[in-house]
Each structure stands twice: as structure tokens, then as C-alpha cells.
């Protein structure tokens, strides 16, 4: 009996990984944007050199979400049960005053409330992003 193996290139995966980032940087920079226009006297993000610091604000956030988050998850994950779930935004906020710590005056959020609701559009719009674009396109592609 022969057997016969297929090699699939990795080249999708990098082209998915790609789509994938670039997707979340879009709609990152979209929410942040968004936000800082219709709440000018509680976050700012710096306008100079045409949006520079919404791009690399969304950048941050996207590494942050995939580096730290799990970590941060896996160390609150009692506090989250305990809580039913309600303490996991909680965790974005954390990583919205991590951005803003990083970028000093280019990047601000006054006030927990404000850092929640981005937190919640953020998590929503992850949330959309995975449901409607990013999962029918994966499996567009591998058809």
C-alpha cells in the first residue's frame, strides 16, 4: 500500500495572518478615532502627522491583545468566575491606560468610565470582526 502525503504551503497561513492583522488595526484605529471625535474633553489622540498616533495606539492594543491579555487572563481567571465574567473588560481597561502610559500626551483617556467604553466598543467590535469578516473569509479561502 502507498501512501501518499500532501505538503500545503505555509503561504496562506501568512497570507491569513496578514488579513487578520490588518483587519484589527482598521477597525482599532476606527473605534479609537471615532471615540476621540465624538468625546473631545475626556480622550484625545494626537492628530499630527494625519492619524500616526490612532495607527500606532491601535498597534499597541493589537500586540498587547496578543501577548499580554492571555497572561493577564490566566492570572484573573479566579477573579473573573467569581465574578460571573463582569470582571473581564476590566482587563482591557488595563491594557487602554497600558497605551496610554506608552504614548504620554499623543495618546489620553480621563477617567475609568471613559477607558470602560472604549473597552466595551473594543471588545464589541472584536467581536463583530471575528463573526462577520474574518471567520467567512478563513473559510472562503479554504474552500
Given at each position: 500500500m502507498k501512501k501518499v502525503i500532501i505538503v500545503q504551503e505555509d503561504?496562506?497561513?501568512?497570507?491569513?495572518?496578514?488579513?487578520?492583522?490588518?483587519?484589527?488595526?482598521?477597525?482599532?484605529?476606527?473605534?479609537?478615532?471615532?471615540?476621540?471625535?465624538?468625546?473631545?474633553?475626556?480622550i484625545y489622540i494626537d492628530d499630527s502627522y494625519f492619524g500616526l498616533y490612532g495607527l500606532i495606539a491601535a498597534i499597541i492594543i493589537y500586540i498587547l491583545n496578543k501577548t499580554i491579555k492571555p497572561i493577564i487572563i490566566w492570572l484573573t481567571l479566579p477573579i473573573t468566575g467569581l465574578t460571573l465574567g463582569l470582571f473581564y473588560p476590566f482587563i482591557n481597561v488595563f491594557i487602554?491606560?497600558?497605551?496610554?502610559?506608552?504614548?504620554?500626551?499623543?495618546?489620553?483617556?480621563?477617567?475609568?468610565?471613559?477607558?470602560?467604553l472604549v473597552a466595551v466598543l473594543i471588545s464589541l467590535m472584536n467581536i463583530l470582526m471575528d463573526n462577520i469578516i474574518i471567520e467567512p473569509f478563513l473559510e472562503r479561502k479554504n474552500d
Amino acid at each position: 500500500m502507498k501512501k501518499v502525503i500532501i505538503v500545503q504551503e505555509d503561504n496562506n497561513k501568512k497570507i491569513n495572518n496578514f488579513v487578520d492583522w490588518l483587519i484589527y488595526m482598521i477597525g482599532y484605529a476606527l473605534v479609537l478615532i471615532t471615540v476621540s471625535v465624538i468625546f473631545k474633553k475626556t480622550i484625545y489622540i494626537d492628530d499630527s502627522y494625519f492619524g500616526l498616533y490612532g495607527l500606532i495606539a491601535a498597534i499597541i492594543i493589537y500586540i498587547l491583545n496578543k501577548t499580554i491579555k492571555p497572561i493577564i487572563i490566566w492570572l484573573t481567571l479566579p477573579i473573573t468566575g467569581l465574578t460571573l465574567g463582569l470582571f473581564y473588560p476590566f482587563i482591557n481597561v488595563f491594557i487602554l491606560n497600558i497605551v496610554d502610559y506608552l504614548l504620554g500626551s499623543h495618546f489620553i483617556i480621563k477617567g475609568l468610565f471613559m477607558s470602560f467604553l472604549v473597552a466595551v466598543l473594543i471588545s464589541l467590535m472584536n467581536i463583530l470582526m471575528d463573526n462577520i469578516i474574518i471567520e467567512p473569509f478563513l473559510e472562503r479561502k479554504n474552500d
